[in-house]
Every structure is written in structure tokens, then in C-alpha cells.
């Protein structure tokens, strides 16, 4: 695919080394050095390009700012942002570390820092962010999500949620009132409408005949982070904090395949593994022939675009969908979500990382981080921006943006593929009643161990 390079457009000429002589005292003025600072960006054009285009912007602004504090560097940018898959995108970045060509600014996954920072591609920002307060604005929980052995090694430039959506319709056609679905997602938030709540009301539908066998709940078709934020929620962890090591807890594990066991083979509610996408996955939950469904919040406007604009679009899917967190697995508590923050990282072959980092802060502000997340459909990652003028315009943004005070994160770990494969493997044979939930437990274990070795930790 072709790569979109483009340079700041910025001009900046060396002043000439003068002498002025005024009242007996000599000044001088001073040379200029040109500074080209290298941004790599994967994104999804148009929707995406804020994600490269802002440090356009934000040249002029940070050559202010130098300028005034009598820095005689001046930076120009050289941007190459294109949608490559992530595989040649990351092979990319690894062969140009090796031919010592790798960019200054590398946009990437968050869950792709444990490998690059082990491999000492990428540097360490702990003592650097205390020199850009902009970064006190992130919110806190997403600092998580780029921390690796206690230490900060990228900035998270957007986020998302993962939503549980239920279709008011169908929830009607149960006997809930409109009262009684507005007040979902608050019971929902405050732990007392449950995962097995919502089996319950899944199972009700189908045995009624408001949706057929299959169709009260729905997960993403194929293998993904949203699985992940269950296992939390029957209180599983991915990663030990102090090693870095993965982390399997076998109780949290017997738990969380006994839900999609329970899901698929006692309540006849999941009926979605192995659907294609385009096919037959999103024209059911959009077709209001699903109950309740896990999705993200940038398929909203995929929804509304694709599957529903002759009904309305967005003004339908409001009147009709609804969504809160994904809700606790016990009365009382903490409902989730999960996000999948991008993030930018700089290279320790990065000459210049103070500014390189300068550049980063001038694009998590309000302005930069909002014009992308309103025109790419992500949630922003500063506090109070759903108070920020040009944020409000999107009723989704603003009515999601705390579901980030409940989000969840895939582990910093380089071994995440095969824990992941490994897990999902579990999950769809005990959906598909191959497994009991116990047998699912010990396929993990057993793989986990033989793929991995004393990479994870077994609890």
C-alpha cells in the first residue's frame, strides 16, 4: 500500500550570525538548527488521519514555544501514515529498528509495549511526562494500559468501550416499561442487575418467542479482547504486575466457562460463534433480532450508516438500542468494560525524545485528541471532555466517556497470541458443549503450560 509521507510545511531559516553594535554592547543573534522528527501512524483513512495530521499542527505551536524559551532547534515533521494490516506493520518496525532507521514516534497497540520494551526498541517515560503537565489530564485509568514492570512506556492517544446494547423493542415486547429500560444501565452501573440477570431475561425472550433459540446473547463471533473482560469479571487476571509474567487463575477460569456454558447449553441464549460479520453478525443485532450483544461504541456509527440508514440511522438506533457497562457477575459488584487503547511510543533511537515527546503532548490536548475522536468514532482520554464544546457534539462520545472509570486492558505481555488462542479455543468448545467447564479449565491449563512454560503463571 502506498505510505502518505508528508513533511510540516514549515520553513525554517537559519538566521545569519550578526553583530549589532548599540550603546557599546554587542548581542548576537543565533543559528537555527532543523530538527526532522519521524511520525509512524496506521490509520483508517479518512476517518482516521487526526492521528498523523495533528503533529502537523502541532509543529508550528511547539517552534513557538521554542522560539520563545531561546531553543536555537526548530522541527519539522515527516509523516507516514497509511492503513497496512498490523502484521507488516509491526515487522516494519522491528526490521527498521535493526537497520537503524526506525521513526521517532511509533503509533501502535498498547498490548504490543511488553514485547518492544523487553526487546529495548522503545524508552521508558516516567521521568519525562513530569515536564508536560498536558499529561495530567489523561485519565488515570488509562495509564494502565501503557505500563509495563511499573514503568510508563507509551501515551494513550484514543480509547473506546465495549458496551453491553439491549434492544428497547424487544425488551417491550417483555413487559419492561420505558422507565424500567432508561433505568437499566444505572442498575447495571451500581452492580445490581447481573450477567446471569441478563441470561435470565435472554432465556425469557427466547422461551416466549421474541427472539428465536440462540438470540438472547450475543459475543463477538470469533476470537477478541471483549472475552477478556468477562474472565475479569469473575475476578481473573491476565498478568502479574511484578514480573510481567501471565497470569491464569483456574477459580476465576471455572467461573467464567461456566457463564458461556451456562449461556450457549442452560439458558439457549448464544447462539453467535463462527457467524460471519458482514453476513449475518451485524444485520442481526442491527435487524432487532437480538436481545442483548456485546459490541463496540465505533460500530455505532457502522450501524447507523450501513445497516439502518433507510430507517433513520442514528435517530432510529437511539429510539431503539440502548447500552450500559458490561454488568458484574455477582449482586454488588463492579460492572466493566474493555478498552484497546493505541498509544504512542517513542524509539531509543529517537535522537531527540524530549521533543519527540513535546510534539506527543501537543496532540493530547482537547483540541488535537478531540478532532480525532469525533471524526474516527473513539472516546477521547482526558478528564472533563465531555465539558469540552467541540466533544458535546456527539451524544454517543459524551453518554460513554465514563464507562473508561470501569475499563479493563489486554496484558502488556508478548505472549499474549497463544494465551489468547489458547483460552478462546476453551471458550468455543464449552459454548459448543464439547467441554464441560471443568474440562475447559484443564485444556487451558495443560496448553498454557505447554505452549509457555514458566513464561505463565498458574493460580
Known amino acids: 500500500m502506498k505510505k502518505l509521507r508528508a513533511k510540516s510545511g514549515i520553513m525554517v531559516v537559519a538566521l545569519a550570525v550578526g553583530l549589532l553594535l548599540v550603546g557599546g554592547a554587542v548581542s548576537y543573534t543565533q543559528e537555527t538548527e532543523t530538527i526532522t522528527v519521524t511520525v509512524r501512524c496506521r490509520a483508517k483513512p479518512p476517518m482516521e488521519n487526526w492521528r498523523g495530521d495533528n503533529f502537523l499542527l502541532a509543529t508550528e505551536e ?36 535493526g537497520a537503524g532507521e526506525a521513526p521517532d514516534i511509533w503509533l501502535t497497540g498498547h498490548e504490543y509495549i511488553g514485547a518492544q520494551a523487553e526487546a529495548g526498541r522503545i524508552i521508558a517515560l516516567d521521568e519525562m511526562l513530569k515536564e508536560f503537565p498536558t499529561f495530567n ?57 447481573t450477567l446471569y440477570d441478563m441470561l435470565e431475561t435472554a432465556k425469557e425472550a427466547v422461551a416466549r418467542g421474541i427472539v428465536e433459540l440462540g438470540n438472547g446473547f450475543w459475543t463477538r463471533p470469533k476470537n477478541g479482547p471483549d472475552f477478556t473482560a468477562f474472565y475479569y469479571a469473575f475476578g ?22 461456566q457463564f458461556f456454558y451456562d449461556a450457549a447449553q442452560t439458558y439457549g441464549s448464544m447462539g453467535c460463534l463462527g457467524l460471519g ?33 433507510d430507517l433513520g ?67 477521547g482520554i482526558l478528564k472533563g471532555q465531555t465539558e469540552y464544546k467541540f466533544y458535546k457534539v456527539s451524544r454517543l462520545l459524551s453518554e460513554t466517556l465514563y464507562m473508561l472509570d470501569y475499563t479493563t486492558f489486554l496484558p502488556n505481555n508478548p505472549y499474549w497470541g497463544p494465551y489468547s488462542t489458547i483460552t478462546y479455543e476453551a ?31 498458574i493460580r
Open 62 to 97: 511547539l517552534n513557538a514555544d521554542l522560539k520563545a524559551a531561546g531553543d536555537p532547534r526548530r522541527v519539522e515533521i515527516e509523516l507516514i501514515q497509511d492503513n497496512m494490516d498490523w502484521g507488516p506493520y509491526l515487522s516494519e518496525f522491528v526490521l527498521g529498528f
Open 137 to 193: 489530564l489523561i485519565i488515570d485509568g488509562l495509564w494502565d494500559s501503557t505500563t509495563y514492570k511499573g514503568k510508563i512506556w507509551g501515551i494513550p492517544q484514543d480509547a473506546e468501550a465495549r458496551p453491553l446494547y439491549f434492544n428497547k423493542a424487544l425488551l417491550k415486547k417483555l413487559g419492561w416499561s420505558d422507565a424500567e429500560i432508561a433505568a437499566l444501565p444505572g442498575k447495571i452501573e451500581k452492580g445490581e442487575f
Open 236 to 257: 481473573g487476571e491476565t498478568i502479574d504486575p511484578a514480573t510481567g509474567k501471565l497470569v491464569f487463575d483456574t477459580a476465576a477460569g471455572l467461573k467464567y466457562y
Open 277 to 309: 460479520w458482514g453476513e449475518a453478525w451485524h444485520p442481526g443485532v442491527s435487524g432487532s433480532k437480538v436481545l442483548f450483544w456485546i459490541g463496540g461504541t465505533w460500530q455505532w456509527a457502522e450501524w447507523a450508516e450501513i445497516y439502518l440508514k
Open 313 to 379: 440511522g442514528e435517530a432510529y438506533m437511539w429510539e431503539n438500542f440502548g447500552f450500559g457497562l458490561i454488568p458484574a457477575a455477582e449482586k454488588g459488584d463492579k460492572p466493566n468494560s474493555l478498552t484497546h487503547p493505541l498509544a504512542y511510543l517513542i524509539s531509543s533511537q529517537c535522537k531527540y525524545p524530549d521533543l519527540a515527546l513535546a510534539l506527543i503532548a501537543k496532540v493530547s490536548n482537547y483540541g488535537p485528541n478531540t478532532r480525532h475522536a469525533i471524526a474516527s468514532t473513539h472516546l
Open 427 to 457: 471458550l468455543a468448545a464449552a459454548v459448543g458443549g464439547e467441554f464441560t467447564p471443568e474440562e475447559a479449565v484443564d485444556f487451558v491449563v495443560d496448553g498454557l503450560q505447554r505452549e509457555l512454560g514458566d513464561k505463565v503463571i
